[in-house]
């Protein structure tokens, strides 16, 4: 079974060419390949499939998520707020004294 590809012609906005190009690459794949997994994913029930299950996930531990962002925007703004961290050497852990 031989598969033959069909060629066809998207017009893109610059922006949105460059979007679907870097989340391409942020995946591993060329353009095409990002392209033609979009619509597997969407025309195969995959991607309704994990949608739900994320509604599934918010609606079960929407009050933890909500209160994990407000945390971590807080512990975000405070370092903002402090300004750049100078570097640090990290602190090396004793893995046994050599005889």
Not at 84 to 89: F, I, V
């Amino acid at each position: 079974m031989s598969s033959t590809r069909k060629q066809t012609q998207l017009r893109l906005t610059p922006d949105m060419l460059a979007a679907g190009k870097d989340a391409a690459a942020a995946r591993g794949l060329d353009f095409n390949r990002y392209i033609e997994r979009l619509i597997a994913e969407d025309t195969s029930g995959a991607r309704a499939a994990g949608m739900a299950a994320a509604q599934k996930l918010i609606d079960a531990h929407g009050d933890f998520l909500d209160d994990l962002e407000t945390d971590l925007e807080g512990d975000l703004e405070a370092a903002l707020a402090a300004g750049p961290a100078s570097p640090r050497t990290p602190a090396r852990r004793d893995r046994g004294a050599a005889a």
